[in-house]
């Protein structure tokens, strides 16, 4: 993807839509919305990532010769729009949440001011950076959040989606919280740490383990990590490894990081049974770790069970989000701007009532509580919009409004979570480190309640709607059905 022109990453319809904008001579500046519905795996939240990799993509996008020669095969694209996208350009601004946010249904996640024109050619492409880095990295959140501190190491790969999906699901993962990742190339590309141990290949490939485990020892003496489950994890495995680290510390070699890991078998019962051979012989720093096909619900039914094990290796179930594999973003217009300047706001209507969408140029606020630090409430409101953190504020559920909240002025405070990222075409954002991000992402996940991050049921967070914003979707509304 780093070196791929990505112009061509889009659906046809936005190039069709976006030649029948140029024969009309529509040239208006849109409005347009990237947002999602629900959280996956019926969590409670969900964590932004792929933005670094948006602003890349928009900085980059034009058609070189080939795309054009491309398309003009097609037979279904006009010479003097062919023309025009000879010398494209994104002219427009993208306001966006920082990276590593956490972030909820309905608001967005993402805001395109552009000719129509050229907010529509992006959608494609936006939405396909944005939901798959952000499964990831909320996948990740959530394992991070069973291991309860523990390290947990992204290691899927081999399990991935092809490279691009390894890569930057890997980028995700460490966003969301994972120490490292096996992935090299992610590593070199982003700069997150890369961690790694041994195959079982290693150990076959000896005449016994106890000469694979002393071989592995002699190359790598600081972070020697054992892979013990190959034969017999408790008559054979341990056993040998206790023999090597034993002959390391009589060789007077004190490894930085030393332990073992087991990829195989009832996980919670081997982990106390070794755990308790480990400091019977002498090495109670040991540290174990595990792998073989884990999720954030295995790793919580682990440490419920009393596993000793404070190292995750999480590969499958992390890189590919297994039992929930798509992000469901959209992105919608929510406004034309008329000759006046003025942005006139358009709806979208839908038999399901989730599908309908809030209209106008809109921004929103995150609502802390200042004694807890705590998020109370998301108020999504128009753009021009402000609000005076000294007085009372009142909240609603924009599809229960008879549902009221009223926070007395002084006990909250607000932050508006959209920035920009691209102003005229041109990145105004510097984006941290992937290792900054996921520092981001630690703060903003500590702004979650307990009972938002749980599996099961979990506690809303609401979302709301400003009065005015609500009266205008109202309004909207009643006249699409000729409502007085």
């Known amino acids: 993807m780093s070196t791929l022109n990505l112009t061509l990453l889009t659906d046809l319809y936005e190039l069709t839509m976006m030649q029948g904008y140029f024969k009309t001579k529509n040239r208006d500046i849109a409005v347009f919305d990237a947002f999602y519905r629900q959280n996956p795996c019926n969590g409670g939240y969900s964590i932004f990532a792929g933005l670094q990799q948006v602003i890349e993509y928009i900085e980059n996008l034009h058609f070189d010769e080939d795309d054009i020669n491309y398309l003009r095969g097609l037979g279904i694209f006009d010479e003097d729009f062919l023309e025009y996208l000879a010398d494209f350009h994104f002219s427009g601004d993208i306001y966006a949440i920082p990276e590593g946010s956490v972030m909820f249904p309905r608001e967005p996640m993402l805001k395109v001011i552009a000719p129509i024109m050229e907010a529509q050619l992006i959608e494609t492409a936006v939405l396909n950076i944005l939901n798959h880095q952000s499964l990831i990295a909320t996948k990740a959140a959530r394992v991070c959040y069973a291991a309860q501190g523990d390290g947990v190491m992204e290691f899927g790969l081999r399990r991935a989606q092809g490279p691009d999906s390894g890569t930057y699901g890997a980028r995700a993962a460490v966003i969301g919280g994972c120490k490292g990742t096996s992935n090299v190339l992610t590593g070199q590309m982003f700069g997150v740490p890369v961690l790694g141990t041994h195959a079982h290949s290693w150990i076959m490939s000896f005449p016994d383990e106890y000469t694979a485990f002393k071989e592995y020892a002699k190359l790598y003496p600081d972070a020697c990590t054992l892979l013990v489950d190959t034969y017999d994890t408790l008559h054979s495995g341990i056993p040998n490894a206790i023999r090597v680290f034993t002959e390391m510390r009589e060789a007077g070699i004190h490894p930085k990081s030393y332990g073992i890991r087991m990829d195989s078998g009832d996980l919670a019962y081997l982990s106390k049974q070794v755990r308790k051979m480990l400091d019977e012989a002498g090495f109670p720093d040991a540290v174990i770790s595990a792998s073989n096909d884990l999720d954030e619900y295995l790793i ?157 049921n979990p506690q809303e967070i609401h979302v709301d709607l400003s009065q005015k914003l609500y009266d205008l979707k109202t309004s909207l509304l009643d006249q699409m059905h000729n409502i007085e």
Request: proline fraction near 5%; charged fraction near 30%; glycine fraction near 8%.
């Open 300 to 456: 919580e039914t682990l440490k419920s069970q009393g596993a000793t094990i404070t190292s995750w290796g999480v590969g499958t179930n992390l890189i590919t989000a297994k039992d929930n594999p798509s992000f469901g973003g959209v992105y919608k217009l929510a406004a034309i701007q008329d000759v006046k300047g003025e942005f006139i706001p358009k709806i979208k209507l839908s038999e399901n009532v989730e599908k309908v969408t809030n209209p106008g140029n809109k921004t929103f606020y995150r609502i802390y509580d200042n004694e807890t630090g705590k998020i109370k409430a998301d108020l999504i409101c128009l753009a021009e919009e402000t609000f005076d953190e000294s007085r009372d504020l009142k909240l609603f559920d924009p599809n229960a409004p008879w549902k009221k909240t009223k926070l007395p002025g002084g006990s909250y405070h607000m932050r508006e979570m959209l920035v920009p990222v691209i102003k005229n075409g041109k990145s105004v954002y510097e984006s941290p480190s992937v290792m900054e991000i996921r520092d981001i992402c630690t703060k903003e996940k500590d702004t979650l309640w307990e009972e938002t991050k749980r599996f099961v």
